[in-house]
Protein backbone atom coordinates (compact mmCIF):
# COMPACT_ATOMS: atom_id res chain seq x y z
CA UNK A 1 0.00 0.00 0.00
CA UNK A 2 1.37 3.66 -0.66
CA UNK A 3 2.45 5.48 2.19
CA UNK A 4 -0.14 7.85 4.02
CA UNK A 5 -0.09 9.25 7.53
CA UNK A 6 -2.97 9.85 9.61
CA UNK A 7 -5.31 12.76 8.58
CA UNK A 8 -4.67 12.53 5.31
CA UNK A 9 -7.62 12.78 2.85
CA UNK A 10 -6.95 9.93 -0.05
CA UNK A 11 -8.99 8.47 -2.80
CA UNK A 12 -9.09 4.90 -3.59
CA UNK A 13 -10.27 4.34 -7.20
CA UNK A 14 -10.26 0.55 -8.31
CA UNK A 15 -10.69 -1.65 -11.43
CA UNK A 16 -9.06 -4.11 -13.65
CA UNK A 17 -7.59 -0.86 -16.18
CA UNK A 18 -7.95 -3.18 -18.61
CA UNK A 19 -6.34 -1.15 -20.76
CA UNK A 20 -5.90 2.02 -18.71
CA UNK A 21 -7.03 5.27 -20.21
CA UNK A 22 -7.61 8.79 -20.01
CA UNK A 23 -11.38 8.54 -19.14
CA UNK A 24 -9.62 6.89 -15.86
CA UNK A 25 -7.20 9.63 -15.27
CA UNK A 26 -10.10 12.19 -15.93
CA UNK A 27 -11.88 10.57 -12.99
CA UNK A 28 -8.80 10.58 -10.63
CA UNK A 29 -7.86 14.09 -11.47
CA UNK A 30 -11.50 15.45 -11.28
CA UNK A 31 -11.50 13.51 -7.46
CA UNK A 32 -8.17 14.84 -6.24
CA UNK A 33 -9.67 18.69 -7.02
CA UNK A 34 -12.93 18.84 -6.13
CA UNK A 35 -13.00 16.58 -3.06
CA UNK A 36 -9.34 18.33 -1.92
CA UNK A 37 -7.59 15.21 -1.57
CA UNK A 38 -3.74 14.38 -0.54
CA UNK A 39 -3.52 11.11 -2.75
CA UNK A 40 -5.88 8.73 -5.22
CA UNK A 41 -4.99 5.33 -5.18
CA UNK A 42 -5.12 3.76 -8.23
CA UNK A 43 -5.57 0.23 -7.49
CA UNK A 44 -5.17 -2.13 -10.42
CA UNK A 45 -7.22 -5.35 -9.30
CA UNK A 46 -6.29 -9.07 -10.07
CA UNK A 47 -9.43 -8.94 -11.76
CA UNK A 48 -13.18 -8.43 -11.42
CA UNK A 49 -14.92 -11.43 -10.01
CA UNK A 50 -18.11 -10.63 -11.68
CA UNK A 51 -16.33 -10.44 -15.49
CA UNK A 52 -14.49 -12.70 -17.62
CA UNK A 53 -11.04 -12.94 -17.45
CA UNK A 54 -10.21 -14.14 -21.06
CA UNK A 55 -9.21 -11.10 -22.72
CA UNK A 56 -7.47 -9.81 -19.10
CA UNK A 57 -3.79 -8.58 -19.62
CA UNK A 58 -1.17 -9.73 -17.02
CA UNK A 59 -1.58 -7.67 -13.73
CA UNK A 60 2.25 -6.34 -13.80
CA UNK A 61 1.04 -4.78 -17.57
CA UNK A 62 -1.95 -3.31 -16.54
CA UNK A 63 0.38 -1.79 -13.59
CA UNK A 64 2.97 -0.94 -16.13
CA UNK A 65 0.36 0.90 -18.64
CA UNK A 66 -1.60 2.36 -15.57
CA UNK A 67 2.13 4.32 -14.87
CA UNK A 68 2.41 5.28 -18.07
CA UNK A 69 -0.72 7.46 -18.32
CA UNK A 70 -1.06 8.67 -14.81
CA UNK A 71 1.37 12.01 -14.19
CA UNK A 72 0.43 13.66 -11.46
CA UNK A 73 2.45 12.58 -8.05
CA UNK A 74 -0.29 12.09 -6.18
CA UNK A 75 -1.84 9.44 -8.10
CA UNK A 76 -0.01 6.30 -6.54
CA UNK A 77 -0.58 3.37 -8.70
CA UNK A 78 -0.64 -0.37 -7.09
CA UNK A 79 -1.37 -3.49 -6.87
CA UNK A 80 -1.44 -4.44 -3.51
CA UNK A 81 -4.75 -6.55 -3.50
CA UNK A 82 -3.17 -9.06 -5.84
CA UNK A 83 -0.25 -9.46 -2.46
CA UNK A 84 -3.36 -10.11 0.10
CA UNK A 85 -5.23 -12.26 -2.40
CA UNK A 86 -8.25 -10.14 -2.40
CA UNK A 87 -10.89 -10.84 -5.07
CA UNK A 88 -13.91 -8.55 -3.50
CA UNK A 89 -13.97 -4.72 -3.13
CA UNK A 90 -15.29 -5.38 0.52
CA UNK A 91 -12.54 -7.15 1.49
CA UNK A 92 -10.34 -4.78 -0.10
CA UNK A 93 -11.96 -1.92 1.95
CA UNK A 94 -11.70 -3.88 5.40
CA UNK A 95 -8.07 -4.28 5.07
CA UNK A 96 -7.14 -0.51 4.18
CA UNK A 97 -9.58 0.38 7.30
CA UNK A 98 -7.60 -1.60 9.62
CA UNK A 99 -4.14 -1.08 8.25
CA UNK A 100 -4.39 2.93 7.98
CA UNK A 101 -6.47 4.08 11.13
CA UNK A 102 -6.76 7.44 10.86
CA UNK A 103 -6.61 8.46 7.07
CA UNK A 104 -9.45 9.85 5.60
CA UNK A 105 -10.48 7.82 3.16
CA UNK A 106 -13.42 7.74 0.08
CA UNK A 107 -14.12 5.18 -1.92
CA UNK A 108 -14.36 6.61 -5.70
CA UNK A 109 -16.70 5.23 -8.64
CA UNK A 110 -17.63 5.87 -12.17
CA UNK A 111 -21.14 5.94 -12.23
CA UNK A 112 -21.34 3.70 -14.75
CA UNK A 113 -21.05 1.01 -11.79
CA UNK A 114 -23.89 2.81 -9.58
CA UNK A 115 -26.21 0.74 -11.45
CA UNK A 116 -25.09 -2.92 -10.68
CA UNK A 117 -23.56 -1.21 -7.44
CA UNK A 118 -26.44 -3.51 -5.35
CA UNK A 119 -25.09 -6.98 -6.67
CA UNK A 120 -21.56 -6.68 -5.29
CA UNK A 121 -20.48 -8.65 -2.77
CA UNK A 122 -21.35 -6.32 0.69
CA UNK A 123 -23.07 -3.78 -0.91
CA UNK A 124 -23.90 -2.42 1.97
CA UNK A 125 -20.98 -3.02 3.74
CA UNK A 126 -18.90 -0.80 1.35
CA UNK A 127 -21.24 1.98 1.80
CA UNK A 128 -20.86 1.72 5.16
CA UNK A 129 -17.28 1.45 5.11
CA UNK A 130 -16.41 4.72 3.83
CA UNK A 131 -18.02 7.57 2.03
CA UNK A 132 -18.63 6.87 -2.15
CA UNK A 133 -17.84 9.36 -4.34
CA UNK A 134 -19.59 8.79 -7.87
CA UNK A 135 -18.00 10.12 -10.91
CA UNK A 136 -20.54 11.07 -13.66
CA UNK A 137 -19.53 8.53 -16.86
CA UNK A 138 -21.96 9.12 -20.16
CA UNK A 139 -25.33 7.34 -20.46
CA UNK A 140 -24.97 7.20 -16.36
CA UNK A 141 -25.98 10.40 -15.64
CA UNK A 142 -29.28 9.38 -14.40
CA UNK A 143 -28.15 6.17 -12.44
CA UNK A 144 -27.69 8.39 -9.22
CA UNK A 145 -31.49 8.68 -9.36
CA UNK A 146 -32.44 5.39 -10.18
CA UNK A 147 -30.25 3.27 -8.47
CA UNK A 148 -30.50 0.94 -5.77
CA UNK A 149 -27.61 2.12 -3.67
CA UNK A 150 -29.03 6.05 -4.42
CA UNK A 151 -32.74 4.80 -3.37
CA UNK A 152 -31.33 2.96 -0.38
CA UNK A 153 -28.84 6.01 0.93
CA UNK A 154 -30.82 8.72 -0.19
CA UNK A 155 -30.43 10.08 3.14
CA UNK A 156 -26.38 10.06 3.05
CA UNK A 157 -26.10 12.12 -0.30
CA UNK A 158 -24.34 15.04 -0.16
CA UNK A 159 -24.54 18.03 -2.43
CA UNK A 160 -21.62 18.12 -4.73
CA UNK A 161 -21.28 21.95 -3.81
CA UNK A 162 -19.55 20.41 -0.46
CA UNK A 163 -17.84 17.31 -2.11
CA UNK A 164 -14.73 18.67 -0.16
CA UNK A 165 -16.02 17.66 3.10
CA UNK A 166 -17.12 14.03 1.89
CA UNK A 167 -13.16 12.87 3.59
CA UNK A 168 -14.32 13.69 6.96
CA UNK A 169 -18.05 12.33 6.77
CA UNK A 170 -18.75 9.48 8.71
CA UNK A 171 -20.12 6.67 6.25
CA UNK A 172 -22.86 6.27 4.75
CA UNK A 173 -21.93 9.10 2.93
CA UNK A 174 -21.96 9.88 -0.73
CA UNK A 175 -21.57 12.53 -3.45
CA UNK A 176 -22.43 12.44 -7.54
CA UNK A 177 -19.54 14.64 -9.19
CA UNK A 178 -20.67 16.42 -12.41
CA UNK A 179 -18.08 17.69 -15.10
CA UNK A 180 -16.14 16.23 -17.99
CA UNK A 181 -16.65 13.30 -19.03
CA UNK A 182 -14.70 10.87 -21.25
CA UNK A 183 -16.58 8.28 -23.82
CA UNK A 184 -13.53 6.16 -23.49
CA UNK A 185 -14.26 2.51 -22.35
CA UNK A 186 -11.83 -0.40 -21.67
CA UNK A 187 -13.87 -2.73 -23.75
CA UNK A 188 -14.11 -0.29 -26.48
CA UNK A 189 -10.51 -0.10 -26.84
CA UNK A 190 -10.19 -4.09 -26.65
CA UNK A 191 -12.46 -4.33 -29.44
CA UNK A 192 -11.03 -1.71 -31.46
CA UNK A 193 -7.88 -3.51 -31.19
CA UNK A 194 -9.20 -6.63 -32.10
CA UNK A 195 -9.37 -5.38 -35.39
CA UNK A 196 -6.56 -3.54 -36.32
Known amino acids: MPFVTKGMRVGLFGGSFN ?28 GNPLKSHKELLPLNERIKQSREICRDPKIKVTGFEATYKLSYTAETLDLISRKNRGVNFVWLMGADNLASFHTWQDWRGIAETFPIAVIDRPGSTLSYLSSKMAKTYAHARLDETDA ?3 ANLKPPAWTFLHGPRSSLSSTALRNASKTT
Open 19 to 46: PPHDGHVLVAEMALKRLKLDQVWWMVTP
Open 164 to 166: SAL
